[in-house]
């Protein structure tokens, strides 16, 4: 079972637009992080939100954590080439005992053109 | 500064063949150790993850085994691989903030 949907499953865009990734699920989350991905390498944190409602911004990129703490999203304003990759989304669930083991979506790949 | 080291990057060894990938972190102390895999067009799926020297806790039963035998070095074992454990494996670290991974080794057994 899937805990965390993301969409769209791909996202092909010319540089300059700006686009929005949604990570949605059923289950509420004590904490949920975001992830990019680059071919060949491992994934790299880029957030992690732990509040109902929190906003937080990292240049470009503006991610909002839900109210219910069940979804997130990330939104990305002027895309550049540099975007490119596989944003993942991870939540960590109340009372796990797998010491801060995480759920993965299966990701968003994003391809940004100039 | 934490710093995650696993090794090889790249293998590709026949099926029945055993597997040893390792996973070394630097800058810490009693890490929370994972594995994942990733397949191709999936998310990543937890294997194995440790939270002391010996400790070793399985999410997904398979051929695969996993052993910490100092406090900042965890090794992923298989005796006999098959096609279907081809993928991306990954070693990570955590603490309540996030996860630091490794570069991952791409295993293809053929």
């Known amino acids: 079972t899937q805990l965390l949907e993301q969409s769209p499953q791909f996202l092909s865009i010319q540089e300059g637009e700006n686009l929005t990734v949604y990570c949605n699920s059923s289950?509420?989350?004590?904490?949920l992080q975001w992830y990019r991905q680059e071919p060949g390498e491992g994934p790299v944190l880029l957030v992690t939100?732990?509040?109902?409602?929190e906003v937080k911004k990292l240049k470009r990129l503006t991610f909002q954590f839900g109210d219910a703490r069940k979804d997130s999203s990330l939104h990305i304003t002027a895309a550049q080439p540099g975007d490119t990759g596989l944003y993942l989304c991870?939540?960590?669930?109340?009372?796990?005992?797998?010491?801060?083991?995480?759920?993965f979506g299966k990701g968003t790949s994003l391809l940004v053109t100039p | 500064s934490q710093t995650i080291h696993q090794w090889p990057a790249t293998l590709v060894q026949p099926v029945g063949s055993p597997l040893s990938l390792e996973c070394t972190v630097e800058?810490?102390?009693?890490?929370?150790l994972y594995w994942y895999r990733q397949a191709a067009g999936r998310g990543l799926q937890l294997l194995f993850y440790?939270?002391?020297?010996?400790?070793i806790s399985s999410e997904v039963p398979q051929n695969l085994s996993a052993s910490r035998p100092q406090d900042r070095q965890f090794i992923l074992s298989s005796k006999k691989l098959l096609l279907s454990d081809s993928g991306f494996y990954l070693c990570?670290?955590?603490?309540?903030?996030?996860?630091?991974f490794g570069s991952g080794t791409r295993l293809t057994v053929v």
């Open positions: 990570a670290w955590t603490d309540r903030y996030g996860y630091t």
């Open positions: 289950s509420v989350f004590s904490s």
């Open positions: 939100v732990v509040t109902g409602g």
């Open positions: 991870a939540g960590a669930q109340p009372n796990s005992n797998s010491g801060y083991a995480l759920n």
């Open positions: 800058g810490t102390s009693n890490p929370n």
């Open positions: 440790s939270v002391g020297i010996g400790q």
